[in-house]
């Protein structure tokens, strides 16, 4: 491998990349390391999965209980939702959403303006940006404060409610320490955040938050992609649960709701949880197709870019694999610890 | 007290006429509609919301890819049309979506080859069919080597050699996924077998391989194959462009076939085993005579979804530079003489409908497969 001239040694790692990255989360610019690179395009990873992961769930559980749902055409609408996008190919669907649906938008001057200052052109979509001034960390407190208070509340209410059998109405006061407290720092702290409304000047938009076409494709491809197969997890699950279960807690007057979350749903999830880790893992694993759109992920920044100039391909595929391979572990992880506490507990 | 009846009193004699359904068991559409429809507010707000989604979505689709469609015409009756679909624009690339640049004269050789194999695999999954050992061995023995040499072509007998690099569309796809096929399983169940061996390092292998192998992207693996493999290999022996990714793709979808195939041999009752070992059959013998037939057969499903996942992969190889059947229409996307506001839209519906027909098909047969089995438990 010496004669042809491919480095062995990790000297690369420090030296000064020289290209661009269009999306950073972390300070980046062309005189940055091979190493910083590396950083950049992992967090990238990071950011779209973890995003994903929240957006395909939810929208897998919305889909997957509609086809349960007494009502036909929802059913109806669900399954083909369902039936379609699973069987059309995630680089397609991400190729469609980039090239045919966010490529094709106006150029900035024409931008498509929705309500609340977002505006909608061929270089992404511009939402307002939040400025925090000096105590906005006081609401942040009070944010933090009002779940501990929450949890502790419960607790203390499932106690008196074993003890007794009294319920307390955790719900409401939840709810009123999560709106209250927040609330009252705000006021407290005087408005400490104001928004700036993107302005069009000259041929683009100063101020505002803009998210990238790039992203926001590979974003809706993988959620909507990953939705369907959540959505028949969740499905299954749920049908799984015997049907004398859902009976027995009518028999005992349970109403309809409390079927649900006391009866129905903790049984569910414990089938669900497993095959549900291995598609946020997919997800995750999915999420490599970002180089086929340019969105600078670890591939398509490190082992693309970097691998390209430095010609060190071993030790970049080496990084890359490892990479991969811990965020999985950490995913399963931590979605075995969530499963343990659902698990039946045997002997 | 007790009283005789006359036997003859109780039997009949005639068979009794079919009674009619009672009238209410087929509701009426109304009654239906109310019950499935409007059975609450919320369902009522529902069936309003889904019914205006579901309209809006198949009118667009309709007018999009029937009514206001291009069937025939240059690209300037495309350009002038942006509310439809350009069908004349697949027409016109309908050989290089199919065929890629492979010479035009040669193509019959394409096309011999996947009548061939299409008649096997048919042959394979039509579960009632003679001599199905038979096809299997032609399937994953003689086929791969034949339909190879028929594609690039023999000098001896008169077929001359295509290079790899004219290859491309629809055929690349299908070979991929093929070639996937017919290495993945064999492999996988080698990988499922070593990873329940009572050899530690056997097993520890095996579980390392499936385990690293299912925890990265297949894009990296295909880097791997494409960048790396020359970089160990002598530069005579390395791989043609093409054998690389497919080396990639089997050696990926071996280790998920590994996995379903460890399911079955884990649900085959240990009875089994323990029976033929009694009879004094050896290992190699109890596996492919008793186990496998019984393991493969009720984990069908899992493998067929496992080839689905693969047939929607093959659409990675572009990333190392084939041109599958979704690059070639990427390339005949951006074809300057089409362009045109709706030839994006058209290429990603062709590319969506014809990837859906294949991989819908699939997962209907593994479902088939799945009703079959589970009647089969029940009787």
Redesign the interface.
Known sequence: ?RQ?G?PLTFDFWNQTAGFQINQTLIPYDTLSSYGQAFWVGVANTLLVSACGIVLATVIGFLIGISRL??????A??ATSYV??I???????QL??WY??VLK?LPAPKASIALPGGIYLNNRGIILPAVEFHAGAGLVGIAIVASVAFTIAFSAYASGVQKRTGKQLPVLAVGLLLHTGLPLAAYVAAGSPWTFTYPELRGFNFRGGQQIYPEFAALLLGLSVYTASFIAEIVRGGIQAVSKGQTEAAHALGLPQGKTLRLVVVPQALRIIIPPLTSQY?NLI??S??A??IGYPDL?QVF?GSV?NQTGA??QV?AI??AV??VI??ITSAAMNAFNLRFALVER | MTTTLPVAAAFHHEYIPATPPPADIRPSPVTWALK??F?SPF?CL??VC??G??VWLVSQFLSFALINAVWRGDSEVCRANPDGACWSFIGAKLNYLQYGAYPATERWRVDLTQVIGAILIAWLLWRNAPRRNTAALLFFGVYPIAGFALLRGVEAIGLPVIDTTLWGGMMITLLMSVVGIVFSLPLGVVLALGRRSGLPIVRAVCVFYIE?VR??????VL??AN??MP?FVPEALTPDRLLRPMIGTALFSAAYMAEIVRAGLQAIPKGQYEGAQALGVGYFTMMRLIILPQALTIVIPGIVSTF?GLF??T??V??VGIADF?RAV?AA?IDPNWAG?TI??TG?LF??II??FF??GM?RYSQSVERHLARGHKS
């Open positions: 491998m042809r491919i749902s007494n009502n036909w055409i929802a109806k609408v039936e379609v699973r069987n059309i190919p995630l680089l397609l190729l469609f090239n045919a094709p893992l694993k999915n490599s197709l180089v086929f591939v082992a691998l391909a071993v595929m890359t694999l991969y391979l999985s572990l | 499935n429809l059975s369902s529902l069936t889904f019914t989604l579901a690293v925890g990265v992207p297949f894009i990296t880097f791997m960048f790396m970089l689905i929607k992969d659409t990675l572009a990333i979704l990427e996307r506001p994006s839209s990603y590319a969506a990837y859906w991989c819908f997962s």
